[in-house]
């Protein structure tokens, strides 16, 4: 490492991190959007943030990414007309992304047939997702293998949810009969070879939000082995998952990135925003970036067979 940076990481590691991190957000955005700073961020975020709080939880949230569902449906043309589409949540959680999913898709084309499948290591939150019930305000995993996280749905977005959701006698909110129609839910390993024994090859495979917590080979082993599910023709979309590894791992890959809306996919979580101090925040895009294609892509179609 040349001696700058090794001086530079010195004093970041001598420096209070919460110090380092009000510096870093009182610099106006056009200054932080420079090569320079850029590079900087990047120093930071691998060297001092990546590799703390590998923490799983089974936090989920319905319509957590509208622009990537709208990117989705509109790659529904593929499809003719009646014809039967297969859909995978992988670490589906509780359940909030695979229905949102549903809702939009099955919106965009009523004349398509889902047949939708979830799957998750904890057979608590595969139970919770199958019944499709959820308490304002509370997470529903509060029994899961990992942390519960936030709640699925706030008092606040009931009203915007109305589509997804209806509200029962004691105050809970179940998930529409329509949405809960022609799903399955299975407790499975997302690392295990015989995955896709289980669910079988898929149209759609959806894999967000749990693997940028594991250590990098466990990571790589899980994201080949869900590769192994999609259709030739068929499409992944990954998120959450650290930048680098998944832009090593695809790029030789037969997926290639989807650029539809791109910019609007990788900032609509707010959640991912915090870059370089929070683990699971999302880096600027920019396409001065080698790969940025796939750098900065979370949907991929597999292109051959």
């Given at each position: ?150 709640a699925e749905v706030s008092s606040k977005d009931i009203d915007e949810f109305r589509g997804i959701l209806e509200t029962l006698p004691d105050g809970t909110l179940r998930v529409h009969e329509w949405l809960r129609e022609n799903s399955s839910w299975w407790t499975a390993d997302a690392t295990d070879k015989s995955l896709l024994d289980v669910v079988g090859d898929q149209d759609i495979v959806l894999a967000n939000n749990f693997m940028g917590p594991m250590e990098d080979p466990l990571a790589e ?85």
């Amino acid at each position: 490492m040349p001696s700058n940076v090794t001086n530079f990481t010195d004093v970041i590691r001598r420096t209070p991190r919460k110090l380092c991190r009000a510096v870093w957000e009182s610099i106006p955005g056009p200054i932080v959007k420079t090569a320079p700073m850029r590079y900087t961020g990047k120093l930071i975020y691998r060297n001092f943030t990546r590799n703390v709080l590998r923490v799983q939880s089974h936090y989920t949230h319905f319509m957590r990414n509208p622009p990537l569902l709208d990117a989705l449906a509109s790659l529904l043309t593929d499809f003719d007309k009646g014809s039967t589409l297969r859909l995978a949540s992988i670490g589906c959680s509780t359940g909030a992304e695979l229905y949102s999913t549903l809702h939009v898709l099955r919106r965009a084309r009523p004349d398509l047939t889902f047949l939708a499948q979830g799957v998750d290591i904890s057979s608590a939150v595969v139970e919770i997702a199958r019944r499709g019930i959820y308490r304002p305000d509370a997470p529903a995993a509060e029994d899961g293998l990992y942390q519960a996280g936030r709640a699925e749905v706030s008092s606040k977005d009931i009203d915007e949810f109305r589509g997804i959701l209806e509200t029962l006698p004691d105050g809970t909110l179940r998930v529409h009969e329509w949405l809960r129609e022609n799903s399955s839910w299975w407790t499975a390993d997302a690392t295990d070879k015989s995955l896709l024994d289980v669910v079988g090859d898929q149209d759609i495979v959806l894999a967000n939000n749990f693997m940028g917590p594991m250590e990098d080979p466990l990571a790589e082993a899980c994201l080949r082995n869900i590769m192994r599910l999609v259709k030739p023709g068929g499409l992944l979309v990954v998120e959450g998952i650290d930048t680098d590894l998944k832009t090593r791992i695809l790029m030789p890959s037969e997926f290639k990135p989807v650029l539809s809306r791109q910019e609007d996919i990788w900032t609509a979580d707010p959640s991912k925003r915090g870059w370089p101090w929070v683990r699971w925040s999302y880096e600027p895009l920019d396409r001065n970036e080698e790969g940025w294609q796939f750098r900065y892509s979370v949907i991929f179609r597999r292109v051959s067979a």
